[in-house]
């Protein structure tokens, strides 16, 4: 075996830190789905009238396509039949009717997002972000409240926002990713739960990073949240996102739908880390991480910037997409995606380009080791109206051992003679002579390794806000370790 | 049984009505071939726009038409019809077939070194019958290659050419296939079946045109197998220039073996739609394949390129350069696949596809692929849609040029990379009056504009 291939080995196999179970009580309906527990989901959660007939609308259609078609089959992965009558659809913590504030909180689920690393208290403090946490399925507490709401900024579990805003939910719920969108999407707007909702009044510049927590506790439990954020005309913010979930045997699925509007000169920055457990090395349990994102330019000028850091999940499907619909409005995807083991990721973007000069970058990083299948897939479409639209993407593929495997899907539509569209795709894996420079210099071949691998990703994490990068690029090391080989 | 939809039953019974004649029984082995083909496209039918490999392409048109089988030579075509398609200087060895089938008076034969067979496919079934039997339909149909429109030409191979090169054995006149379609009186399908075989180190050049006599609705459908042995270098060249409003779906299968090389030219201007699907295996290490194409289309035409190449062993390399220019409300696909194979280590593979769009309702739809499952690999892939720069009109206007001339110089510059490729230099000569013709069209349409 070769030097770099050893190394890759050592890399790639360290434990999932984040795999362990909190005891703690829970509100679970029984698992099955059917227009009672749709109706059972609304009403534990007080919903208005609006939410409950949406949610109703939406089944009614998932069940359609599930007769008809189906799941999505066209993706690059394989996965046993999913049984959605044995999934759990509601599963809460159980705790006192409403909080006052933070103290009120379970201690126990304290400690848990205090193990996750991000203790609110403290992020409170020190970093100034401020977090909304969703265990499971209901958002627990969000920090910082007060304090956007000076500015007139809401930012709340989806659930209040129901409650107390529920003409702006009413008004965009759906209005990115209609509830007829996809399988996925469908099931998600029947029976998501919770997640978490931001709206940014015109001319407002969010002073801090928002950000939510998702953690899947509870067993056979599938977690459907629901994000939505607004960015009224010349606003701006920007959101993060983590994900992790306990070690289990069997597979859990979430299937999430985040929709993102901007409005005139508007600003979205969206960057996620998604660490949901991965499976084991033999390829049993993790998250199959179904999930639609997608964002509106829907002002002239608007900006929508995807950035996504995807180590976890058995399986990822997941397209975060951009509608440039207003005129000069421009998207960016920035993405790396790692596959160990016996992971297998389907991912990439659409960027619908409709208005005139509108503007799109996708890079993409695809890193494969052990058994792991890597696949981008993307779209980028030129509408006849979009004059002089431009689209940059640049998708690179990084091979660590010989059983994984690099796929590259990208589908260019163009139908205006005045856009310019490059694509530009490449493979490779870890050269000898670079680890070997490296070496001769006195860096470890695990360094060397882990070095590359950074240096190759660069790009991408550049475009993390500053923690989030720091996180992203230690998960990376993490989720290869011992893959070299 | 699934109820079979019209279209598709009209094949059926027209097999039916050639198997109650007698004259697809024999021999055998070709009979049980046709009779798995006529089954299989029972089950496939014709490809829909829900298949991932046509989601772009709708051959609806094609299935709305009620073709005639084009069954015999159509009587008294004089040679000056195919005139201006003959190759002279150097003079090819010619194979003329009309609506599929082989015309002796219009061929011409050249000089060709002892032991090399070019013959009619209809002459070689009773004649060849060995290497047909090991060929004939093995090889169009695997992935990429076998679609419904295979099965339906397998159904009911007939005639083509044949071109077999023994070992050791270099072919230095060119072998012009000509396939000329005349349907004055109606649709006609066509369905030319060949088969070029070059055994070790056998070498050719081989160059497939499919040309229309007048402005008829027809659809050619072709099938050419290839295979090459060791160290074999076939060049291959299709030209594509049928009647604009004819249908024209083609389906080359490569498979190479041990350092073999196989180049391919395919140049599309005709057709009001047209589909060329390409498929290469490289199965043996060490074999290597470089792909060129050109699309120059107008008005209303569409042009869908489909190449799949295979690494299925290793140090192979491939190249691909498509190039396409697109005016008026045309619209072109190309679909480039490249698949390396677990294993088929130190693969060398590179794709590049480039688009010019020259008006406003003209579309492209580009997609290329990689499948990677090796490590040790170097592939890259690459697309662009654009226009002609600015920079480079500015440059060609101040020293003089009009405005139309300097775009007209500096489309025919981004088509000429792929023409001057072609080796044949008649073929290419021919290409290069046609494009500068079409070129000259558009200019004039647009100063009068």
Redesign the interface.
């Known amino acids: 075996m070769s030097t770099t291939a050893k190394t890759v080995e050592a890399l790639v196999n360290r434990e999932y830190e984040w795999g362990f179970v909190t005891d703690i009580e829970a509100d679970v309906i029984p698992a099955g789905l059917n227009e009672d527990v749709v109706r059972l989901i609304s009403s534990k959660k007080s919903e208005p009238a609006f939410m409950l007939e949406w949610r109703l609308r939406a089944f009614r259609h998932w069940l359609k396509m599930g007769t008809a078609a189906g799941e999505p089959k066209w993706a690059n992965v394989t996965y046993p039949p999913i049984d959605y009558q044995s999934v759990v659809y509601y599963s809460a913590p159980k705790q006192k009717v409403t909080l006052g504030s933070l103290e009120e909180v379970d201690p126990k689920l304290l400690q848990t997002f205090a193990k996750l690393g991000i203790p609110l208290e403290e992020q409170k403090r020190l970093s100034g972000v401020a977090v909304d946490a969703v265990f499971d399925s209901v958002s627990v507490a969000t920090t910082f409240k007060e304090k956007l709401a000076e500015l007139g900024i809401i930012f709340c579990s989806f659930s209040e926002a129901v409650q107390n805003h529920p003409d702006l939910v009413e008004k965009y719920l759906g209005s990115v990713v209609p509830y007829t969108d996809n399988f996925f999407a469908s099931l998600n707007s029947a029976v998501f739960s919770d997640g978490s909702f931001c709206y940014i009044p015109k001319g407002v510049r969010c002073p801090m990073e928002l950000s939510t927590y998702f953690r899947i506790n509870t067993a056979g439990s599938g977690q459907f949240e629901r994000t939505l954020i607004v960015a009224e005309e010349g606003s701006y913010v920007s959101y993060l996102e983590g994900c992790t979930a306990p070690v289990r045997d069997e597979n859990q699925l979430h299937a999430a739908v985040v929709e993102l509007v901007a409005l005139e000169n508007a600003q979205i920055k969206y960057s996620t880390v998604q660490n949901w457990y991965a499976g084991d090395r033999e390829g049993r349990g993790g998250i199959y991480n179904f999930v639609t994102k997608r964002g509106k330019c829907v002002g002239r000028n608007s900006k929508i910037s995807w950035t996504q850091v995807e180590t976890g999940s058995a399986i990822t499907w997941k397209y975060p997409s951009v509608i440039l619909q207003g005129d000069d409005s421009v998207g960016e995807f920035y993405s790396v995606a790692l596959v160990n083991n016996y992971q297998q990721a389907d991912t990439g973007t659409k960027m619908i380009h409709i208005g005139a000069n509108t503007r799109s970058t996708i890079i993409s990083k695809g890193i494969s080791a052990g058994h792991g299948n890597n696949t981008y897939r993307g779209l980028v479409k030129v509408l006849p109206r979009a004059a002089h639209a431009r689209n940059r993407t640049q998708c690179d593929s990084l091979l660590l051992g010989d059983r994984c495997g690099a796929h590259t899907t990208p589908y260019i539509e163009v139908a205006n003679p005045t856009a310019s569209v490059e694509h530009e795709a490449s493979t490779a894996k870890i050269s000898e002579d670079q680890l070997f420079y490296c070496k001769q210099r006195g860096i470890s071949a695990e360094n060397a390794v882990s070095m590359i691998v950074n240096g190759f990703c660069k790009e991408v994490f550049k475009n993390l806000p500053m923690e989030f990068a720091v996180e992203a690029s230690k998960l990376l090391g993490v989720s290869l370790e011992g893959s070299v080989g | 049984m699934t109820p079979v939809a019209p279209p598709v039953s009209r094949y059926l019974a027209a097999f039916e009505a050639l198997e109650g004649t007698g004259a697809a029984a024999s021999p055998a082995w070709l009979h049980r071939i046709r009779h798995d083909a006529i089954t299989r496209f029972a089950e496939q039918g014709f490809p829909t726009v829900r298949l991932?490999d046509w989601k772009y392409t709708n051959v609806a048109p094609i299935v709305a038409t009620a073709f005639q089988l084009a069954d015999t030579v159509p009587a008294g075509l004089p040679a000056q019809a195919i005139e201006r398609f003959v190759v002279r200087d150097p003079v090819a060895h010619r194979l003329v077939f009309v609506n599929g089938h082989y015309s002796a008076t219009l061929s011409s034969a050249a000089p060709l070194p002892g032991g090399v067979r070019v013959a009619s496919l209809a002459e070689a079934l009773s004649t060849d019958t060995a290497l047909l039997d090991r060929h004939l339909g093995r090889h169009a149909a695997s992935e990429g290659t076998g679609h419904g429109f295979t099965a339906l030409s397998t159904a009911f191979v007939h005639d083509g050419a044949f071109v077999h090169v023994p070992a050791g054995v270099r072919v230095t006149t060119p072998i012009h296939l000509l396939f000329v379609a005349t349907a004055p009186a109606g649709p006609v399908l066509a369905q030319p079946r060949n088969l070029l075989v070059a055994d070790r180190g056998g070498e050719a050049t081989v160059v497939e045109s499919y040309v229309g006599l007048a402005d008829d609705t027809y659809l050619t459908n072709a099938v050419t197998e290839v295979v090459l042995g060791e160290g074999a270098i076939l060049q291959h060249y299709k030209i594509e220039d049928e009647s604009e409003r004819a249908f024209h779906v083609g389906t080359t299968a490569v498979v190479q073996g041990r350092d073999s090389t196989f180049t391919s030219g395919s140049i599309a201007v005709g057709g009001a739609l047209a589909r060329n699907n390409l498929g290469v295996l490289l199965a043996a290490p060490g074999a290597s394949c470089a792909l060129t194409g050109l699309y120059v289309l107008h008005g209303r035409q569409h042009v869908d390129n489909h190449t799949f190449i295979d690494h299925a062993a290793p140090r192979c390399t491939s190249r691909q350069l498509y190039k396409g220019v697109l005016d008026g409300r045309a619209r072109a696909v190309f679909n480039g696949r490249v698949t390396v194979r677990?294993?088929a280590?130190h693969t060398d593979a590179h794709q590049t596809n480039k688009?010019l769009?020259?008006?406003?309702?003209?579309?492209?739809?580009?997609?290329?692929?990689?499948?990677?499952?090796?490590?040790?690999?170097?592939?890259?892939?690459?697309?662009?849609?654009?226009?002609l720069g600015e920079d480079a009109v500015f440059y060609l206007r101040s020293r003089g040029l009009g405005e139309e001339a300097a775009r007209t110089l500096l489309t025919y510059g981004f088509m000429s990379e792929v023409i001057n490729r072609i080796t044949v230099e008649p073929i290419r000569a021919q290409l290069d009056s046609l494009l500068m013709a079409r070129l000259r069209e558009a200019r004039a349409a647009k100063e009068t504009r």
């Open positions: 991932e677990r294993d280590q688009n769009l020259l008006s406003e309702g003209a579309e492209v739809d580009t997609k290329p692929q990689l499948e990677i499952l090796a490590d040790d690999v170097k592939c890259t892939h690459g697309a662009a849609v654009g226009q």
